[in-house]
Antibody, heavy 120, light 110 residues
Framework: EVQLVESGGGLVQPGGSLRLSCAAS????????MHWVRQGPGKGLVWVSR????????SYADSVKGRFTISRDNAKNTLYLQMNSLGAEDTAVYYC?????????????WGQGILVTVSS | QSALTQPRSVSGSPGQSVTISCSGT?????????VSWFQHYPGKAPKVIIY???ERPSGVPDRFSGSKSGNTASLTISGLQAEDEADYYC??????????FGGGTKLTVL
């Protein structure tokens, strides 16, 4: 059974940092592109970042570029999102998701999400 | 990177059909066959119901269908059921390895 489980969320002060993790199981993690998406309170889903299967290629939404870093450890079957210089606008539930293949828009599995709250 | 444009809400009675539009530009929806639709219940993981404009993942009822014309994609739900009441989001590839979601549409089953 495919499972994606996010962790590492919590309360952080403005300007602070946090690293989210997404533990993957039930599939060959190293074969899939992975994404982070977030949903702020009362807002819609927003794409945050994507990484290819071997970690050699990453991309980011303009709103997080230069502050967030996506990475992965295929030996540990884990996806990461390092978030720096956090602001109130980054308060959201963060979801990790799997993209079935690079040539498809099939995002077939998602985690349950982890809450990040940026507040003093 | 502006969000794709969706109606904030739509509604329909059980058994009826509803269509949700997703308006983009020639740089995203209009330029790629990579549009997906998600059903999202608050506090739950998003669920893909349509991908690559009109493909349905296994297990998704054929009441859900997708299409695209120019810069606008559409999701049609026929034979509305009470459990279809949820938030729906479109998502499109926007080039240079980036993706874009719509603002979301709340479907109410009357």
């Amino acid at each position: 059974e495919v499972q994606l489980v996010e962790s590492g969320g919590g309360l952080v002060q403005p300007g602070g940092s946090l690293r989210l993790s997404c533990a993957a199981s039930g599939f060959t993690f190293s074969s899939y592109y992975m994404h982070w998406v977030r949903q702020g309170p009362g807002k819609g889903l927003v794409w945050v970042s994507r990484i290819n299967n071997d970690g050699s290629s990453t991309s980011y939404a303009d709103s997080v570029k230069g502050r967030f870093t996506i990475s992965r450890d295929n030996a540990k079957n884990t996806l990461y999102l390092q978030m720096n210089s956090l602001g109130a606008e980054d308060t959201a539930v963060y979801y990790c998701g799997r993209q079935r293949s690079s040539g498809s828009s099939l995002f077939d599995y998602w985690g349950q999400g982890i809450l990040v709250t940026v507040s003093s | 990177q502006s969000a794709l444009t969706q109606p904030r809400s739509v509604s329909g009675s059980p058994g009826q059909s509803v269509t949700i539009s997703c308006s983009g530009t020639s740089s995203d929806v209009g330029n790629y066959e990579y549009v997906s639709w998600f059903q999202h219940y608050p506090g739950k993981a998003p669920k893909v119901i349509i991908y690559d404009v009109s493909e349905r993942p296994s297990g998704v009822p054929d009441r859900f269908s997708g299409s695209k014309s120019g810069n606008t994609a559409s999701l049609t739900i026929s034979g509305l059921q009470a459990e279809d009441e949820a938030d729906y989001y479109c998502c499109s590839y926007a080039g240079r390895y980036s993706w874009m979601f719509g603002g979301g549409t709340k479907l109410t089953v009357l």
